[in-house]
């Protein structure tokens, strides 16, 4: 079983329209949760952190379940520019970064 | 400011090869990470440098491979022989995040092609 698992997708979704990810890890001690963005070809960038409580970044909303052990990033009002593919990360009690394999994102005019 | 930068780009040997793979992490930045990608797969982590010492290298597949920091500057990544299943992106990453809140910022990576 995969430490983190995510929905490759893709999703195609038209401008404007409301897109949701989600993603599960496996490992209940795990720390701290992100996502990370990546157009193809190019480096991973940090999108967002993902809290308890619940975190929004504008269009973008992060959420995340301890007790189910589930990650969700939610996407308003989709732009041609969201396209991308979306890494879940997950950081147990160490430096290094668990991602899952990413869930690609295709937005259409 | 420079970001994270990796050389080559794009790297093309033959089994049996050696290729080493050069990473300058952004100035400053004490932390600087390896990871990897394989085709089809998620980016897994390779290992950690604290300035010139190695904090945590439990990713690294085998002895094939060699990353080195010396000075706590730029960093290499050998590896000898080089075999099929090592092609992949290659990425580096680095951080002055003390507190550990998982930014890293990446390079655009080396892909690595052994035929």
């Known amino acids: 079983r995969k430490e983190v698992e995510q929905d490759p997708g893709p999703f195609n979704v038209p401008e404007g329209a409301t897109v949701a990810f989600n993603c599960t890890y496996s490992?209940?001690?795990?720390?701290?949760f992100f996502w990370y963005r990546q157009d193809c070809r190019k480096e991973p960038k940090l999108l967002m952190s993902v809290y308890s409580s619940g975190n929004e970044d504008g269009r973008f909303t992060a959420q995340l379940n301890r007790a189910s052990q589930y990650i969700s990033l939610l996407i308003r009002d989709s732009k041609l520019s969201d396209s991308a593919t979306y890494l879940c990360v997950v950081k147990e009690n160490t430096d290094k970064l668990i991602f899952g394999t990413g869930t690609r994102l295709q937005v259409f005019p | 400011e420079a970001g994270v930068t990796q050389f080559p780009s794009h790297s093309v040997i033959e089994k049996g090869q050696t290729v080493t793979l050069r990473c300058d992490p952004i100035?400053?930045?004490?932390?600087l990470y390896w990871y990897r990608r394989v085709m089809g797969k998620e980016i897994k982590f390779l290992l950690h440098f604290v300035k010139e010492s190695k904090q945590d290298e439990s990713g690294m597949p085998n002895n094939r491979f060699l990353a080195e920091r010396t000075g706590g500057t730029y960093s290499t990544l050998k590896v000898q022989p080089a075999e099929l299943e090592d092609s992949g992106v290659y990425f580096c990453?680095?951080?002055?995040?003390?507190?550990?809140?998982?930014?890293?910022?990446f390079g655009e990576g080396s892909r690595l092609t052994v035929l």
């Open positions: 990453a680095s951080s002055q995040d003390r507190r550990n809140t998982g930014e890293l910022f």
């Open positions: 100035s400053g930045h004490d932390n």
């Open positions: 490992n209940s001690a795990s720390q701290s």
